[in-house]
C-alpha cells in the first residue's frame, strides 16, 4: 500500500556537520509537511509545500535550517549547521489539498536525528 | 489564534475498561478536528476526523469522537480498552482554508493494565 517513507530512519553526527534528511510522498499527494517532534516541544510544523512551492515555513529557525522539493516525489531538510539542540524525530507527511481544503494528512515514520 | 488542549500527559485503564481522552480547543471559525495515534518508533496515524458533517465520528480501532461547539471539545473514546491500544494519542485542529495546517496538542500516553 502506499506509504510515505523517509530516509534516514536514524542519525547521530557531531555538532557543526551538515544533515540532510529526504522524504518521499505518497505519488499523486500535492502537500508535503515537515513537522519536529520533541518531548519539551511535542510536536511543531516547520515548513510546508503545494505542489512543490513552499506555502509557509514560519516555524523553521531560518538561519540553519532549509526544505525544498526538488521534484514532486522528493522533499528535504537541510540543516548545516547542525546543533545540539536540533536532536528529535523529524517528520515527513503527505496529503492531497483540493482547493483549500486538505483532510488527512499520512506521515511517514520520522528521522530521529542526534546531534552530539 | 488556534489552540489545542489535551487534558492528562498519562492515562491508565484496565483492560475492557471505558477508555475517554480529552481535548479541547481554541479557535475562532469552525474548524476541522482530528485524533492522531502514535505507536512507539513508528509516525502518526490518523483514527478519525471531523470536518462538519456528524458531530460524532467514528474511527478505526473502535474508537470515536464527538464534537460539542458548545464546551468546545472533541474527546475521544473506546468503550472497552484493549492491550493494543496502548500508545500515544494526538488532537489536532486545523481551520478551515488553511490549507490543511495542523496544531497538534501535546499528547496523551495510554497505558492499558492486563
Known amino acids: 500500500d502506499a506509504r510515505v517513507t523517509q530516509t534516514p530512519r536514524h542519525k547521530v553526527t557531531e555538532m557543526g556537520q551538515e544533515v540532510t534528511m529526504r522524504c518521499q510522498p505518497i505519488?499523486?499527494?500535492?502537500?508535503v509537511f515537515w513537522y519536529r517532534q520533541t518531548m519539551m516541544q511535542g510536536l511543531e510544523l516547520l515548513a510546508y509545500?503545494?505542489?512543490?512551492?513552499?506555502?509557509?515555513d514560519s516555524g523553521m529557525p531560518k538561519d540553519r535550517f532549509s526544505a525544498e522539493m526538488p521534484d514532486a516525489t522528493l522533499a528535504t531538510l537541510k540543516i548545516q549547521p547542525s546543533e545540539p539542540r536540533d536532536s528529535a524525530v523529524y517528520f515527513c507527511?503527505?496529503?492531497?489539498?483540493?482547493?483549500?481544503?486538505?483532510?488527512?494528512?499520512?506521515f511517514g515514520p520520522g528521522t530521529r536525528l542526534t546531534v552530539t | 489564534a488556534q489552540s489545542v488542549t489535551q487534558l492528562g500527559s498519562h492515562v491508565s485503564v484496565s483492560e475492557g475498561a471505558l477508555v475517554l481522552l480529552r481535548c479541547n480547543y481554541s479557535?475562532?471559525?469552525?474548524?476541522?478536528l482530528f485524533w492522531y495515534v502514535q505507536y512507539p518508533n513508528q509516525g502518526l496515524q490518523l483514527l478519525l476526523k471531523?470536518?462538519?458533517?456528524?458531530?460524532l465520528v467514528k474511527g478505526i480501532n473502535g474508537f470515536e469522537a464527538e464534537f460539542k461547539k458548545s464546551e468546545t471539545s472533541f474527546h475521544l473514546t473506546k468503550p472497552s480498552a484493549h492491550m493494543s491500544d496502548a500508545a500515544e494519542y494526538f488532537c489536532?485542529?486545523?481551520?478551515?482554508?488553511?490549507?490543511?495546517?495542523?496544531?497538534f496538542g501535546k499528547g496523551t500516553k495510554l497505558s492499558v493494565k492486563p
Open positions: 479557535s475562532s471559525v469552525p474548524p476541522y
Open positions: 509545500f503545494r505542489n512543490r512551492a513552499p506555502l509557509d
Open positions: 507527511a503527505s496529503g492531497l489539498a483540493q482547493g483549500a481544503a486538505l483532510y488527512e494528512q499520512y
Open positions: 471531523y470536518t462538519s458533517a456528524a458531530t
Open positions: 505519488l499523486g499527494h500535492n502537500t
Open positions: 489536532a485542529v486545523s481551520v478551515r482554508g488553511s490549507q490543511g495546517n495542523l496544531i
